[in-house]
């Protein structure tokens, strides 16, 4: 079984757990008998998976930055002046 990495919006809810491989029959036959056939277990494949958190990272860094930006802009251009004499 071969996997390389899924597209974004294929990967399931939760990709760090991996991927099922079901449960699969199998066949032998030793000298002298008949065929016989057990199941395998079933197989958990840990795939490589790419950083999710990334993406939220830079939104929340970039609207950190325009928010501090705006907010400076909005008291310089809105709010009254204020001068301090000291004495």
């Given at each position: ?29 030793e ?29 929340a ?27």
């Open positions: 079984m071969k996997k390389s990495l899924l597209q974004f919006e294929k990967y399931p809810n939760d990709p760090s757990r991996g991927f099922n491989i079901m449960q699969m029959p199998v066949l032998f036959k000298e002298g008998t008949k065929w016989q056939e057990i199941e395998s277990g079933g197989l958990l494949v840990q795939m490589p998976e790419p950083d999710f958190s990334m993406p939220f990272n830079v939104l860094v970039t609207n950190a930055m325009l928010g501090v930006f705006f907010i400076n802009m909005f008291n310089v251009l809105v709010k009254p002046k204020r001068l301090l004499y000291l004495l």
